[in-house]
C-alpha cells in the first residue's frame, strides 16, 4: 500500500504527497470561489503532470481529497503543509522565485490551460510544459485536431507529441513568454 502525507494550508488548500510506481507524486486541490476546485497533479520536480477543474456543488473538497486516497489505496497521514515549488530557475532572471498563476485565483475562468509562472523577483511571465501535461492535454481534446492529425497521433505517438511542443514553443516564443528550461 503506498503511503502519503496529507497537510493543509491556511487558505485551505490540501496537499497529498505519496508514492507511486516508484515515483513521488504530489497533488492538490484549491479552492477557487466555494464551488470548483483545482486539482493538480506534480512530479518530483514540481512540474504539472495534469490538472483538472472540478464542480463542488454535491461536494466538499475533502470528500474528492479522501475518494482520490481511497481509489489509489493510500495510507495517509498528517503532515505539515508546504508550497509546491517548480525547482527550475527563472528564464529572466536565473532565481529560484517562480509561482505558478493558478495559485490563488478566484475565478474559474481564470486558470490556464497552459501551466503558467511569474517570477516573484523580476516579475517575469514563462510557462513550463512536462511532457506528461502535454499527453494528458492532447488526449483529452482530440476534438482539436483534424483526421490526418489524429491519424498520425494514433501511428507515432512520441512524434506528434514533439511536434505539438514544437509547435506551442514557436507560438510562446512570437508573444515573448519563455520556456523554463
Known amino acids: ?7 493543509v494550508s491556511p487558505e485551505r488548500t490540501i496537499k497529498l504527497q505519496y508514492g507511486a510506481e516508484g515515483k513521488e507524486e504530489t497533488v492538490l486541490w484549491e479552492y477557487i470561489r466555494q464551488a470548483h476546485a483545482l486539482q493538480t497533479s506534480f512530479n ?7 490538472q483538472k477543474l472540478l ?25 505539515v503543509f508546504e508550497e509546491v515549488k517548480l525547482g527550475k530557475q527563472c528564464p529572466h532572471c536565473g532565481k529560484l522565485a517562480l509561482k505558478r498563476y493558478a495559485q490563488g485565483l478566484s475565478e ?16 517575469g511571465q514563462s ?36 511536434e505539438v511542443k514544437e ?5 510562446f516564443a512570437a508573444k515573448k513568454v519563455l520556456n523554463i528550461k
Open 108 to 123: 474559474p475562468s481564470s486558470v490556464p490551460i497552459m501551466p503558467m509562472y511569474a517570477c516573484t523577483e523580476c516579475k
Open 1 to 7: 500500500m503506498p503511503e502519503g502525507i496529507i497537510s
Open 44 to 50: 518530483a520536480e514540481g512540474g504539472i503532470t495534469d
Open 55 to 79: 464542480n463542488l456543488e454535491r461536494y466538499a473538497i475533502r470528500d474528492l481529497v479522501d475518494d482520490f486516497i481511497e481509489r489509489n489505496g493510500i495510507d495517509a497521514r498528517e503532515g
Open 167 to 171: 509547435y506551442i514553443i514557436r507560438v
Open 127 to 162: 510557462y513550463f510544459l512536462t511532457d506528461e501535461y502535454l499527453d494528458v492535454l492532447i488526449k483529452k481534446h482530440k476534438d482539436m485536431f483534424e483526421p490526418g492529425e489524429l491519424e498520425e497521433l494514433s501511428k507515432n505517438e512520441q512524434t506528434f507529441i514533439k
